[in-house]
């Protein structure tokens, strides 16, 4: 009387390896220099910012999905545009501010 035991089951078959959407690397340069625009960079990293992010979304659309990053670009779109704006409308209150001294002089010299 032999005991009915089940055959061993066979090993379960190797996983497949995870296939996942590769980053766009132009996304991240974006993001990166985005950053450093508001930190080390102020003029260059926000430039760099806005020329990658905008090469990257066109990157992500061109291959339909294959690649991702469409956030990490428009994030370093958004750094980098505000930083400039910062930037004109900090030049615009120095030339404002120096150029109303410079008128105010002139008027306090010619009056006096």
Do not use: C, K, N
């Amino acid at each position: 009387m032999s005991d009915p035991t089940p055959p061993p089951l066979p090993p379960p078959p190797p996983a497949a390896p995870a296939v996942g959407r590769q980053t766009s690397v132009l996304a991240i340069v974006s993001l990166v220099f985005g950053l450093l625009g508001w930190t080390l960079l102020p003029l260059v990293g926000s430039l760099v910012a806005v020329i990658t992010g905008h090469l990257a979304r066109a990157e992500v659309r061109r291959t339909a999905g294959a690649v991702d990053g469409d956030g990490l670009a428009i994030a370093g779109l958004v750094l980098g545009y505000s930083m400039m704006a910062l930037a004109i409308i900090g030049v615009l209150a120095a030339v404002l501010f120096f150029g109303g001294l410079v008128a105010l002089l002139a008027v306090a010299s010619a009056v006096g």
